[in-house]
T-cell receptor
């Protein structure tokens, strides 16, 4: 069965520092992979997605993620974090190869120190 | 871009009453809508998938008689929590998939249900 693991429950970084949020997935074929951000009490906003092609994908707000098949990973990165990036981040995989039915990881809460 | 509106954003009700949450796709036709539930500090759990004009498909462990889902049009799906109890208190989020051209799932802002 498909699954998504986000090993870090909570990460704190200083403003201006680089960020990497880890995501590992379990899926037999090439997955559809997503990163979403959720601010408190809000819905989810898509940061970026990977379907095929170039394994380094660029998203909104300066985020990028790299698909590594050998490691079953899709880590999210940002070179310089802003205070407004503090939020909950969810990695997701399209269940059964679907782009619509998603399985989410448990999320990583990002705190940003001034 | 594709927009999904969810209403109400917050609702408080008494135990035993029913609550309806609406999910609308504002600028595209949503052939499929998904309903998720999110417990505090946890991830989203898919409750059910609804396709316009047909019965919803519920995930294992989700009571279909308690969580009634209707997807009567291509722009509207509703989730009705029947005979709500305090343990039904949660954050409910819908998402829509359709012909928006964006080729991605669009999420609503969520509805916070509190059952007293």
């Amino acid at each position: 069965a498909q699954s998504v693991t986000q090993p870090d429950i909570h990460i704190t970084v200083s403003e201006g520092a680089s960020l990497e949020l880890r995501c590992n997935y379990s899926y037999g074929a090439t997955p559809y992979l997503f990163w979403y951000v959720q601010s408190p009490g809000q819905g989810l906003q898509l940061l970026l997605k990977y379907f095929s092609g170039d394994t380094l994908v660029q998203g909104i707000k300066g985020f990028e993620a790299e698909f590594k098949r050998s490691q079953s990973s899709f880590n999210l990165r940002k070179p310089s974090v802003h205070w407004s990036d503090a939020a909950e981040y969810f990695c997701a995989v399209g269940a059964g190869g679907s782009q619509g039915n998603l399985i989410f990881g448990k999320g990583t809460k990002l705190s940003v120190k001034p | 871009g594709a927009v999904v509106s969810q209403h109400p954003s917050r609702v408080i009700c008494k135990s035993g009453t029913s609550v309806k949450i609406e999910c609308r796709s504002l600028d595209f036709q949503a052939t499929t809508m998904f309903w998720y539930r999110q417990f505090p500090k946890q991830s989203l759990m898919l409750m059910a998938t609804s396709n316009e004009g047909s019965k919803a498909t519920y995930e294992q462990g989700v009571e279909k008689d308690k969580f009634l889902i209707n997807h009567a049009s291509l722009t509207l799906s509703t989730l009705t929590v029947t005979s709500a109890h305090p343990e039904d208190s949660s954050f409910y989020i819908c998402s829509a998939w359709g012909d928006s051209g964006a080729n991605v799932l669009t999420f609503g802002a969520g509805s916070r249900l509190t059952v007293l």
